[in-house]
């Protein structure tokens, strides 16, 4: 029997979506796990996994194309089977199965709703669908109370759906005024979650309505976001005005501005004013590939005054100037992440020098072999999966009540991308060759800053390793990525005169800091591996066999 694939509500916020890119086509045989399509949200572009197994029957939604939450997206089935039944009606639910009664009793809720005025700075949260089986939710811890202050980014709650339990992100500035599912209570998506808004707001309308609001006193994004232009407060010569005036023509004189939610979305990120932006979409809309194509006002100034003859009298020197530039949600957690580890965690670390000749003679000679490229963060990355096998203290994570010894190892590869850092990890280091390394660690960094890495890839390690050694970073301690009890900082190979057989001869040296968390590995344990680390970096032949 054919099944059809809505375009599913990725966020509490998300009301539309836009096919980024297909990866299938109609046609093609699929199986549950496969990436179907990219879709873009109003939070980012994600990968859209299929649940089912068939044969691809139907595209819904073309490239570049945009599609309200829960509007036929594709149809998977047996090959050739008819369903130009579904096709005629409109579809409602993967199954297709609505029951009478459940009809009958939302006409009558519908019916009963009282439309009212919400109050300003309220936001009513709901239950979000997050794939496209969800058909309700499951509040399995509430991490913030009535009462709470809570900004964008914090977690709200761990939501279990009909795939995990995930962490449920805040999106809006304000107070928990108002929880409506308890823990361990389960709801239909879409139902009031809780709502947020100024304290000692009173939202008992809201709730007794059960959250439901009128359509004229809500924005979502099937609506045009009003945004008000805000008022210029910059003095300007006569001649950049002049120049400048033509750029802010396209301010509604009414003072609004209409843009889509995406648009919106990209130009709070980039940190964009709406109001100098000219729409080219229906009665003027602000879409998506405005905001991509702005060149701000303040660049277009710059230029004025960088070509203007008496461009140099114009700028006051010693004028002081800032920049504030959002945090992404990347940045958000990394601090967040980094701040619990260093404050929580009693740190040490300890530093020594290896010698590298041997490892640069291996290193050439293995990729000399075709096909075959190994570099030197892979051999330190198996150099320290393999010291972790004699040392497993340092292999562990600490928790108030035990002290977790993990029996596998997982070696987590930090990689900088454009918003921070992420760390993909290689599991079961220990039991991959050199050559597997280096081919898991490049397509996992790949990913990484492709922004295609999935949260799997980047859960579970049991050690850190951190290499700035090709920015020339010499020597540097990292902050441990807990829940792991150590991570080792990678500098620089550094030419340099060293002693050998009594002889001052010159060598290559690379040094190595391992950050350890007090309450799990001691100072003599810590030595014991990087002594251990040490031989094998320094005898590349051990790491072959």
Sequence with gaps: MATVINMPRLSDTMEEGVVAKWL???????????????????KATMEFECFHEGTILHIGVQEGETSPVDVLLAIIGEENEDISSLLSSKPVSESQVIEEEVSE??????????????????????????????????????????GDKVEEGDILAEIETDKATMEFECFYEGTIL?????????????????????????????????GIISDSNQNTDQEEVEVKAPKKNIQQESKVSENTSKISSNTISSGRVFASPLAKKIAIDKGYNLADIKGSGENGRIIKKDVENYTPIEKVVETVLNTSSNSKSFVNAGVEQSDEVKNSQMRKAIAKSLGNSKFSAPDFSL???????????????????????????????????????????????????????????????????????????????????????????????????????????????????????????????????????????????????????????????????????????????????????????????????
């Design 351 to 545: 530093n020594i020098e290896v010698n590298m000749d041997n490892a640069m003679a291996s290193r050439k000679t293995i990729n000399a072999i075709p096909d075959t490229k190994v570099s030197f963060n892979d051999m330190v990355v198996k150099a320290c999966a393999m010291a972790l096998a004699k040392h497993p203290q340092v292999n562990t994570s600490w928790t108030d009540a035990n002290t977790i010894y993990h029996k596998h190892i997982h070696v987590g590869v930090a990689v900088a991308v454009d918003d921070g850092l992420l760390v993909p990890v290689i599991k079961h280091t220990n039991t991959l060759s050199l050559t597997q390394i280096g081919s898991s660690v490049r397509d996992l960094a790949g990913k990484a800053r492709n922004k295609k890495i999935s949260p799997s890839e980047m859960q579970g390690s049991t050690f850190t390793v951190s290499n700035l050694g090709m920015f020339g970073i010499d020597n540097f301690t990292s902050i441990i990525n807990q829940p792991n009890s150590a991570i080792l900082s990678v500098g620089a190979i550094v030419e340099k005169p060293i002693v050998k057989n009594g002889q001052i001869v010159v060598g290559n040296t690379m040094k190595l800091t391992l950050t350890c968390d007090h309450r799990t590995v001691d100072g003599a344990v810590g030595a014991q591996f990087l002594q251990t680390l040490k031989t094998f970096i320094e005898n590349p032949v051990t790491m072959l066999a």
């Design 24 to 42: 299938v086509n109609v046609g093609d045989k699929v199986e549950e796990g496969d990436i179907l399509a990219e879709i873009e949200t109003d």
């Design 105 to 146: 009793e939302t006409t009558t809720n519908s019916s009963s709703t009282t439309n009212f005025t919400i109050p300003e700075g309220v936001n009513v949260v709901t239950m979000p669908r997050l794939s496209d089986t969800m058909t309700d939710g499951t509040v399995a811890t509430w991490l913030k109370n009535v």
């Design 178 to 210: 108002y929880i409506g599912v308890q823990e361990g209570e389960t709801t239909p998506v879409d139902s009031l979650l809780t709502i947020i808004g100024p304290e000692g707001t009173d939202v008992s309308k809201i709730v007794a309505n059960g």
